[in-house]
C-alpha cells in the first residue's frame, strides 16, 4: 500500500532537487563552490553559507528518506546502513557529480536485484547488485554516465 505513494514522493522530491541544483541562484552557487571553492568565493559566493546550506539539504534529504523507509521496514538504530551502502554505490555507479548517471545507476542496480532475486535466488539478491557495480567499474571506471569535466 506504501510502496505507490513512496515512489510517487521519492520521484517528486528527486525532481524538486534537480530543479533547485539546475535552477536557481543557490543552486548554482552550490554547483560553483562544490567545483572550485576558491574561485567560488572569489566571485561572491559565500562558501560558508553555502555549505551549510547544503548540509541541511543532505540533512532534510536523509530525513525525507527515513520518512519513506520507515513504514516499509522495521525501524531501528540501523536501518538505513544497508540503504546508505547501497546509495554511495549508486552514486559511484552511475559516476560521481552526475545526476542523470545516478539515476541510471539506480534503476540498473535495482533492475539487477530484483531479476536476481526473481529468477536466481533471493539470498543472492544484494551479490548481484554489488557484482554488477564491480563489473562497471572494471570496464567503465568513471561510472556509467560521467560527469562533464570542466575545462582549464
Request: glycine fraction near 14%; proline fraction near 5%.
Amino acid at each position: 500500500m506504501h510502496k505507490p505513494y513512496q515512489a510517487v514522493r521519492s520521484r517528486r522530491c528527486s525532481s524538486w532537487v534537480w530543479l533547485a541544483l539546475d535552477r536557481t541562484r543557490a543552486g548554482m552557487a552550490m554547483r560553483a563552490t562544490f567545483q572550485d571553492p576558491q574561485t567560488a568565493a572569489l566571485m561572491g559566493v559565500r562558501v560558508a553559507w553555502v555549505n551549510t546550506a547544503t548540509f541541511a539539504l543532505g540533512s532534510g534529504l536523509a530525513a525525507a528518506s527515513g520518512a519513506l523507509l520507515g513504514p516499509v521496514f522495521m525501524v531501528s538504530p540501523t536501518m538505513g546502513d544497508l540503504v546508505g551502502l547501497k546509495a554511495f554505490a549508486i552514486v559511484i555507479l552511475g559516476g560521481l557529480g552526475s545526476l542523470p548517471g545516478a539515476t541510471l545507476g539506480g534503476f540498473a542496480l535495482g533492475f539487477v536485484e530484483e531479476f536476481a532475486g526473481g529468477y536466481l535466488s533471493t539470498e543472492y539478491r544484494d551479490a548481484f547488485g554489488f557484482l554488477l557495480i564491480i563489473l562497471v567499474l572494471a570496464l567503465k571506471p568513471q561510472g556509467l554516465v560521467p560527469a562533464k569535466e570542466r575545462i582549464g
